[in-house]
Structure formats: structure tokens, C-alpha cells
């Protein structure tokens, strides 16, 4: 297919995809003739997964290509492309170094996660941002035990099964790097903002007491 | 007390109390000399407040001054007081106008939290946060169903009555709002944190087949 098709079956303007072979994050055309190049099923596929790391994702381009490099190293397993996805996805938070505090909190994480028997890397970016909420928690005076934090591991890993199970696993390895960047991205959102209603509803049918102001 | 003991006890530096003290946020000390002021009980909570919507919340001092303003109105019940601390907590979506894909996923969302009976006010900015989620979800070609909508709603309302009911309701107005800002937004990361801890553990379980790169 031409560039103009291309764009039109990917709904992805022309110039972002021509901004996308500048940066490499799509190979090129096969050359027809001097001005035209031929795109193929591979080009859709791919652009797909570029538009969702950059759309969706709103990654920078040097993890674009960490990406698009374990999705395209066959010898790479899938499990592991998936997470080169996700981890490029999540914020890192620096732990504090020598802090007493931060380390009981990262010791809990890990304590936890062991006793779950959870297979999660020690370099997941998600334990420190458990940890850093935990510490915080704890720092301005809300106790947090490992029971409260057992029974969000629960429900995560109730949701999880679900997520990860109805990932399109036959489809390819470029649909599913994509399909996970899409979903854990936008199921995130969906996730908050149930979590928000929800409160909101709660709050709305419990019986409050009258609390006078400045109390 | 004075203000060193004020900062001590409260784990504020004096010169971040001073400046809320100057925006405001923090009604002064009683003059007891030209160049001494005394601070009381009243102080350390409001501060505990003020430190939360600032430090944990991120919220811009105008937003702050709402929520304050909220919980020093006797007459506002403590539901709406929650709520404006909520909503102002939550990034707010511009709806695109004249857009049929927007206006099924808000008529969805809307749809869904009618059929739950969810007291949920028409303006909270959690609906458009959702609706928007569902709306790009379809638009990449990943459909989004009521039953799975209705299983994250259900799992939200779960630990929403947990999160909700374990609130210090007798601790007065302020520390009641103090804790909802803290908490909303802390177990909000703590919730993600174990989503994506969640999914790659399943991920590390799955047999996931041998899928050759560029497929």
C-alpha cells in the first residue's frame, strides 16, 4: 500500500508517520520508484504499536526504541517484553539512602511480596512506588499494616488474571506488546476513577456525625 | 505555643509555616509581644491540614483556600466538604464536543452508575475521567464491555467501604479532610503500585507461546 493508504487503514496522519520513518520507529518503504514507496501488513502492525507507546504511552522516543528492540529480538521471551513495556511505563522513585524509615517501608514491600510468593523482579519499578507511598503514609500518621496491604495484592491479583488472560496472546508479538501499553495504561485510568466514584457514593450513604468547624 | 515548638510538633520547618502563614492558610498567632506569638491546638491541626493539600494533594493555593474555606462552613455537611477536597484532588476532562464516540462512552459511564444506584454527583470529574478511558480504549480497537466496567466498579466498591469506613470520624472536621486527602491519593498509588506488581507476577506464569518477532 502507499503512504496515503497507510495513513488511512492506521488512522495516523501522513505526517506523523513520515515523522516516525525520520526517527526510525518505522522502517522504511520498499522504493518503487524515485518518489514512492510500497507498505506492507508489517508497517501496520508496527505503526500501531509506536502510535499507542507514544499516544498513549507519551514515552520518550530512547524508550520507544528499548520497546521496539525487545519486541523485535527474537530470542527475547515474551514475558520479558512485556515487562520492558510496563517498567518503561511506570515512574521510578529513588529511595532515599540511609533512611530508616524508607527502608522499613521497602522491607515490608518485600516481606509481603515474598510471603505472596509473587514472581516480581527486584528491579520492578513498582516496589519502590509501594514503598514510597507506605513511608509517606506512615510519616504523617496513618498506620498502615500488612493485613491493608495484603488485601490490595488480592484484588490485584484477581484483576490481573483477568487482564492478563484476555490479552490477545495468538495475535503476534507487536499486538500484544501493544495491547498491554494500551490496556495498562488507560485500565489504570478506569481503575481511579472507579475507585473515586466509588467513595464518593460510600461517603454519600454513611451517617456522618455533625462536626462543628475549627474542630 | 511558639512557633519553634509549633514546627517541631508538627514536623513543619518554621519558614514553610511562615509562609502559610502569609498566603493565609494558617490564621495567626495570639500577639503575646511585639515580636512573640502564641499558637495553639487549632494551629496543629489546621497545619497537619494545610501540609497534606500542599505536600500530598500538590493543590495550587487557590484550590486550597476552596477546600479550607468548605471545612470552616458549619453548614456545609461533612459529605460535600469530603467531596470538594476530592474533586479538587482529581484532574478534570475537557469532553469533546459533537463527538458521537465521546458521547457513548459518557452515555455508558453514565448508564452503568445509574444501573448501580451510585450516589454520584453529575459533576464529579471522575465520570469524564472514565468516559474518556473507554472512549480511547474503542478508538485503538480494544472494546470495552458493561460486565467489564461493572467488575471494576464492584471491586472500587468494595474498597471504598473499607477505605471510607476506617476515616477518623470523630476526630473532628479537619483531621477527617486531612485524612481523605492523604489517603485518596496515596492509596491511589499504593492500588496502581499493586496493579502492575499483580500483572507481572501473572504474566510470569502464563505459558505464553513462542511468537516470532514482526509477527
Known amino acids: 500500500m ?15 508517520i513520515k515523522y516516525y520513518l525520520r526517527e ?15 507498505y506492507g501488513q ?23 526504541r528499548r520497546v521496539l528492540a525487545a ?11 512485556l515487562g520492558t513495556a510496563l517498567y518503561a511505563l511506570s515512574p521510578r522513585v529513588e529511595p532515599a539512602a540511609d533512611d ?4 522499613r517501608a521497602e522491607s515490608d514491600v518485600n516481606a509481603l511480596l515474598g510471603g505472596l510468593g509473587w514472581r516480581v523482579d527486584r528491579t520492578a519499578p513498582a516496589r519502590g ?35 492478563i488472560g484476555s490479552l490477545p496472546a495468538d495475535a503476534g508479538r507487536l499486538a500484544m506488546v501493544e495491547a498491554v501499553v494500551v490496556r495498562s495504561v488507560l485500565y489504570d485510568q478506569v481503575a481511579l476513577a472507579f475507585r473515586h466514584l ?3 457514593n460510600e461517603s454519600a450513604h454513611r451517617p456522618w456525625p455533625h462536626l462543628p468547624p475549627g474542630s
Open 129 to 163: 512506588r509501594l514503598a514510597q507511598a507506605v513511608m509517606t503514609l506512615r510519616r504523617l500518621g496513618h498506620p498502615v499494616s500488612m493485613d491493608d496491604l495484603r488485601s490490595y495484592a488480592e484484588s490485584a491479583a484477581r484483576r490481573a488474571t483477568t487482564e
Open 100 to 103: 530508616p524509615e524508607w527502608e
Open 24 to 38: 526510525g520507529l518505522l522502517p522504511p518503504g520498499e522504493a518503487v520508484s524515485a518518489t514512492r514507496s510500497e
Open 42 to 64: 508489517e508497517h501496520l502492525r508496527r505503526l500501531r504499536l509506536v502510535r499507542a507507546l507514544v499516544e498513549v504511552g507519551q514515552l520518550p522516543i530512547a524508550s520507544i
Open 2 to 16: 502507499r503512504l496515503s493508504e497507510l495513513s488511512e487503514r492506521s488512522g495516523v496522519p501522513v505526517a506523523t
Open 71 to 81: 519486541a523485535d529480538d527474537e530470542h527475547e521471551p515474551l514475558h520479558l517484553v
Open 198 to 200: 466509588a467513595q464518593e
